[in-house]
T-cell receptor, first 114, second 114 residues
Framework: KAGVTQTPRYLIKTRGQQVTLSCSPI?????VSWYQQTPGQGLQFLFE?????QRNKGNFPGRFSGRQFSNSRSEMNVSTLELGDSALYLC??????WGTGELFFGEGSRLTVL | AQTVTQSQPEMSVQEAETVTLSCTYD???????LFWYKQPPSRQMILVIR??????QNATENRFSVNFQKAAKSFSLKISDSQLGDTAMYFC???????????FGAGTILRVKS
């Protein structure tokens, strides 16, 4: 069974640009959630999608957005990049059924904003 | 709001010895999961072990076991026969059924010495 796939693995942008990150969950998993990891703030929840609907959103500005497609693949977008957006962005895949308890992460996308 | 506290920023252990990482959490919910994740320098977040809150029996996965004390809201991870490959950052995380997100602790850096 293939794992969670995130692309791109690394990217460098400049302030003011925008970026789109992609996450393909484990086959059969319907929930995708996104997390930002920084040395100062640790791991913070961005948002979660299930069957193309955003069910929960973390405390991030509106520059951070996401969506999920019918095949469960998800994208997140950050517009008007700031230096503080430099981070590792992790995507997690969940079966969506309470009781199975399988929640797995991708390798992450390392974003550097110059 | 749910919070997760890992009070040990760093720990060291000799190869083949046993080490215990601490985690406490705060919630008023009754139905949730607790996880330990390992993040080696390669940065892939790897699921080590999970515990369903309704199960009294402590979870075990090979050399990894937990001590789950629901009333005390404590969830410690014991690693037996430590190996060099166990060197990593370990995160304790809480997942609530209707929150659809993981709440992470700050992490514990574990160094296994030869």
């Amino acid at each position: 069974k293939a794992g969670v796939t995130q692309t791109p693995r690394y990217l460098i942008k400049t302030r003011g640009q925008q970026v789109t990150l992609s996450c393909s969950p484990i086959s059969g998993h319907r929930s995708v959630s996104w997390y930002q990891q920084t040395p100062g703030q640790g791991l913070q929840f961005l948002f979660e999608y299930f069957s193309e609907t955003q069910r929960n959103k973390g405390n991030f500005p509106g520059r951070f957005s996401g969506r999920q497609f019918s095949n469960s693949r998800s994208e997140m977008n950050v517009s008007t990049l700031e230096l503080g957006d430099s981070a590792l962005y992790l995507c997690a895949s969940w079966s969506g059924s309470w009781g199975t308890g399988e929640l797995f992460f991708g390798e992450g996308s390392r974003l550097t904003v110059l | 709001a749910q919070t997760v506290t890992q009070s040990q920023p760093e720990m060291s252990v000799q190869e083949a010895e046993t080490v215990t990482l601490s985690c406490t959490y705060d919630t008023s919910e009754n139905n949730y999961y607790l996880f330990w994740y390992k993040q080696p320098p390669s940065r892939q977040m790897i699921l080590v072990i999970r515990q369903e809150a309704y199960k009294q029996q402590n979870a075990t996965e090979n050399r990894f076991s937990v001590n789950f004390q629901k009333a005390a809201k404590s969830f410690s991870l014991k690693i037996s026969d430590s190996q060099l490959g166990d060197t990593a950052m370990y995160f304790c995380a809480f997942y609530m059924e209707y929150g659809n997100k993981l709440v992470f602790g700050a992490g514990t850096i574990l160094r296994v010495k030869s």
